[in-house]
C-alpha cells in the first residue's frame, strides 16, 4: 500500500523560502518517479518539478533556479526546496510518485503554500 504525506507548508512574504517534505511508505525512492505539482485556487494543477528513477531532475520554467529537488533515501523523503518565493507560487503543492506506469498514480493530500 503506497501512502505518500506531505508537510513543511505555510505563509511566507515574498522572497522567502520554505521546504516542503514526501514522506514515502510502501516503495522505494530508488524505483519510482518522484513529482512535484501545484494547484492554485481556481487553475488547473500544474507540474513543479520530477525526480527520475535514473536521478535526472527536471523543473518547470517557472520554478527553475528557485526551487530544488532532492531525495533522502534512508528516510524515504523527497524534499522540495522553495526560494525566493513569489505570490504566484502560492497554491496547494502535491507530491506523487510514478510506479510502473506512464502516469503519476499516488498522490499525497497536498500541503498550503501561501506567499504575500
Known amino acids: 500500500h503506497v501512502q505518500l504525506v506531505e508537510s513543511g507548508g505555510g505563509s511566507v512574504q515574498a522572497e522567502g523560502s520554505l521546504r516542503l517534505s514526501c514522506v514515502g511508505s510502501?516503495?522505494?525512492?530508488?524505483?519510482?518517479?518522484m513529482g512535484w505539482f501545484r494547484q492554485a485556487s481556481g487553475k488547473e494543477r500544474e507540474w513543479v518539478g520530477s525526480?527520475?528513477?535514473?536521478?535526472?531532475?527536471n523543473y518547470a520554467d517557472s520554478v527553475q533556479g528557485r526551487f530544488t529537488i532532492s531525495r533522502d533515501n534512508a528516510n524515504n523523503t523527497v524534499n522540495l526546496m522553495m526560494n525566493s518565493l513569489k505570490v504566484e507560487d502560492t497554491a496547494m503543492y502535491y507530491c506523487?510518485?510514478?510506479?510502473?506506469?506512464?502516469?503519476?498514480?499516488?498522490w499525497g493530500d497536498g500541503t498550503q503554500v501561501t506567499v504575500s
Open positions: 506523487a510518485a510514478r510506479i510502473a506506469s506512464p502516469e503519476f498514480g499516488y
Open positions: 510502501g516503495i522505494t525512492y530508488r524505483g519510482p518517479c
Open positions: 525526480l527520475d528513477s535514473d536521478g535526472r531532475i
